[in-house]
């Protein structure tokens, strides 16, 4: 007999990063178009715990109109002699690995970031009900999970219940949070991985140390160390640090090692600290994005849940697209709001004092994690909504960003001889199949280029070397 007897769908692992399109989904469940939703882990007693319930707080899915969005809360309750509060971020973050093992369910994100959705599909399959998404998420933690001997799950769609415990959800991820902070990354010996996120990004290895959480803001190293040590086999596992190659930029031999292995040679080399060169990589359930700005030589940073368009021009699933799928792209870094909280913090691009624009909503969230004298110099959207507003307000609270603008004058004798100068016409000067250009931290190629000037001057310019001969 199947342990899923009596679901219409099939569940397994075949399922995992599938993705269900708009035009395909039957309903959606929180996402961007919801402010509050959430899934939330608790321990309790035995006696507070009845084993395989599953509760149902406003419609059913079979109620829902089809094509809308709805919130959603998760709760699940478990019980067992071996389970510790520690532990519930752990069994939390199995909730995505376990609901897209559901044919036509699709989970993203985590925490207050859930986004669901069912296929229209499964829905007609049968799939209408959360009894059966509940009965599946017991068997499947039951099982891979022994340590948790009760489990009741209950699934909230009223909005008013949903924004009641969304409050009270937030309280607690905040509570977990402050739990982890204090030890540092050079006081351990091994640091975490995570690759339960491996399904929709197969070259994203997220490596969790005590100032780095992962990306999506769920796992801290103790809840990394915990969910190694209750299932050695699953998804997260401990990395050793290995030697330290860079102190500054965050390189770790055990860290490339491990990278290398998990990703079949793809990923070769991780700095953890900064945003250049080998960046951590992302797969696409980050709570946000550092994003470089060259106008400005600095950072900004976007969450997830902001809707307008970030000062670059470009909104949140445009600097998303560009930074996920296990990729290292140079000034595009997919972080956790907790690691923004880290001293390490893009440690090697300057921290703090090279973010210039940041959502209001985040930075009153982080805003006693910033060094009190830059506060008032990093710009909002209230701030600044364009580059040029960007800069006149950087100028304007003098950020130290600015003292970079200031431009090298390169030293050119006075007295230069004639034929060491030369004028050319206008007209194409340059040509070239391929021109590379180096710029404020990005490598561009320009093929088949032409370039124009109306007048280029070329001068000799003397070295010091050559002065002395």
């Known amino acids: 007999m199947s342990m899923f007897e009596g679901i219409p769908v099939d569940v397994g692992v075949i399922y995992e990063g599938e993705r269900i399109r708009r035009k395909d989904m039957y309903v959606e469940l929180g996402g961007p178009n919801i402010k509050e939703k959430f899934e939330l882990t608790r321990v309790k007693k035995p006696e507070e715990v009845e084993d395989g319930k599953v509760s149902i707080i406003g419609s059913d899915i079979k109620d829902m109109e089809e094509g809308k969005?709805?919130?959603?809360?998760?709760?699940?309750?478990?019980?067992?002699?071996?389970?510790?509060?520690?532990?519930?971020?752990?069994?939390?973050?199995?909730?995505h690995e376990y609901c897209n093992f559901i044919e036509g369910f699709m989970h993203l994100n985590q925490r207050y970031d859930i986004w669901l959705r069912l296929s229209k599909k499964s829905f007609q399959k049968g799939l209408n009900s959360f009894q059966y998404i509940g009965k599946v998420l017991h068997t499947l933690f039951k099982s891979e999970l022994p340590i948790i001997e009760k489990m009741q799950v209950t699934f909230i769609t009223d909005p008013e219940k949903v924004k009641e415990l969304y409050n009270e959800a937030l309280q607690i991820y905040e509570a977990r949070d402050a739990r982890a902070r204090g030890l540092k990354d050079e006081e351990v010996d091994k640091f975490y991985g995570c690759v339960l996120c491996q399904s929709f990004a197969p070259t994203h290895v997220c490596v969790i140390t005590p100032q780095r959480y992962s990306n999506c803001g769920a796992i801290s190293w103790f809840d990394g160390r915990a969910a190694a040590s209750i299932d050695p086999k699953g998804p997260v596992f401990p990395i050793e640090k290995g030697e330290l190659l860079d102190p500054v930029k965050g390189e770790f031999s055990g860290v490339n090692e491990t990278a290398k292995k998990r990703t079949l040679g793809e990923i070769t080399k991780v700095w953890l600290y900064t945003a250049f060169g080998y960046p951590h990589t992302s797969c696409g359930c980050f709570e946000g994005v550092a994003f470089y700005i060259p106008e400005v030589d600095g950072f900004g940073i976007i969450h997830r849940g902001y809707k307008d368009i970030a000062v670059n021009g470009l909104p949140f699933s445009t600097l998303a697209d560009s930074t996920a799928g296990g990729r290292q792209v140079d000034g595009f870094h997919g972080i956790s709001i907790e690691y923004m909280r880290s001293p390490k913090f893009l440690q090697a691009d300057g921290g703090w004092k090279r973010v210039v624009w940041i959502p209001k909503e985040v930075k009153e969230r982080v805003k006693d994690f910033i060094p009190t004298e830059l506060v008032g110099k990093i710009a909002t959207e209230e701030d600044a909504k364009t580059i040029d507003e960007l800069k006149a307000f950087l100028k304007e609270r003098n950020h130290p960003i600015v003292e970079q603008w200031k431009e090298e004058v390169v030293a050119v004798e006075e007295a230069v001889p004639a034929e060491a100068v030369e004028e050319m016409a206008p007209g194409p000067i340059i040509t070239a199949p391929t021109l590379p250009i180096t710029a404020g931290g990005f490598k561009i190629i320009l093929k088949d280029a032409k370039i124009y000037a109306k007048k280029v001057i070329i001068r000799q310019i003397k070295t010091e070397k050559s002065k002395k001969r």
């Open 69 to 95: 969005s709805y919130p959603l809360g998760i709760l699940i309750e478990v019980a067992g002699p071996k389970l510790e509060p520690e532990l519930e971020g752990v069994i939390e973050r199995r909730i």
